[in-house]
């Protein structure tokens, strides 16, 4: 399979992606220790960030946010397997049973995409699939509408309009629940968007599962 020969020529080099220092897995073990310290347990769920139950792997700082910028800007695909199998291992070891058989990762606008090479959040939703025996539905939601980076947005409002009928269904599929995964989670806004178009298609978000959680944006 193509992702098992990634790893394994990733595996030969022996070079950590983050700090170029040698590695026997794919990051040095510095930088995978660095990795772990910003995963503190489950995250307490947020109260009225999100209408769903939200299961959050780590904080988005230090070496992980680094592991992320790797993943989105330095075509790093290993990195998002890794990371991905990171979330699957814990929630085999610490969450379990699941809402929902179905895992559908946040896509990414087609024009980004051909840009990026691949999608980090579905690429981390297939490797948490692969080790929690889950089944990852890429297809199920496309993104339809090219929206900048919601970091760049200065109100609520704005990351509202931002995503506005960002996405629609890629499939038709009969209702049932779900779950969505994400890398990276803020204000909630983009992953709200997803949640209603879902649900207005009949198929019931029963958590969200994200690998890293940034500081709330409020304003």
Same mark, same amino acid.
């Given at each position: 399979m193509a992702w098992t020969a990634g790893i394994a020529n990733f595996f030969l080099k022996s070079v950590c992606p983050l700090c170029q220092r040698p590695a026997q897995g794919i990051f040095c073990r510095d930088c995978d220790r660095?990795?772990?310290a910003y995963f503190p347990g489950q995250l307490p769920q947020e109260t009225g960030?999100?209408?769903?139950p939200v299961y959050c792997w780590g904080h988005y700082?230090?070496?992980?946010? *680094?592991?992320?910028? &790797?993943?989105?800007?330095?075509?790093?695909?290993?990195? &998002?397997?890794?990371?991905?199998?990171k979330v699957g291992a814990w929630?085999? *070891?610490?969450?379990?049973?699941?809402?929902?058989?179905?895992?559908i990762p946040i896509p990414l606008h087609a024009r980004k995409l051909q840009q990026r090479g691949?999608?980090? &959040?579905?690429?981390?939703?297939?490797?948490?699939?692969?080790?929690?025996?889950?089944?990852c539905r890429p297809r199920w939601l496309q993104r339809i509408?090219?929206?900048?980076?919601?970091?760049?947005?200065?109100?609520?409002?704005?990351?509202?309009?931002?995503?506005?009928?960002?996405?629609?269904l890629g499939a038709m599929v009969p209702p049932q629940s779900v779950m969505v995964f994400d890398d990276i989670l803020t204000s909630g806004a983009t992953l709200r968007e997803a949640i209603t178009l879902l649900e207005q298609h009949q198929l019931r978000v029963s958590g969200v599962i994200v690998l890293a959680r940034t500081a709330v944006m409020t304003h």
């Open positions: 660095q990795i772990d960030l999100l209408p769903v700082d230090g070496a992980l946010k *680094r592991a992320i910028a &790797a993943c989105k800007f330095q075509g790093a695909q290993v990195v &998002a397997q890794s990371l991905g199998y929630w085999r *070891r610490d969450i379990g049973q699941a809402p929902a058989q179905v895992v691949f999608n980090q &959040a579905e690429v981390m939703a297939q490797s948490f699939c692969r080790l929690t025996g889950l089944r509408k090219e929206t900048k980076p919601q970091i760049e947005t200065r109100s609520r409002a704005e990351r509202a309009a931002n995503l506005a009928h960002a996405f629609a």
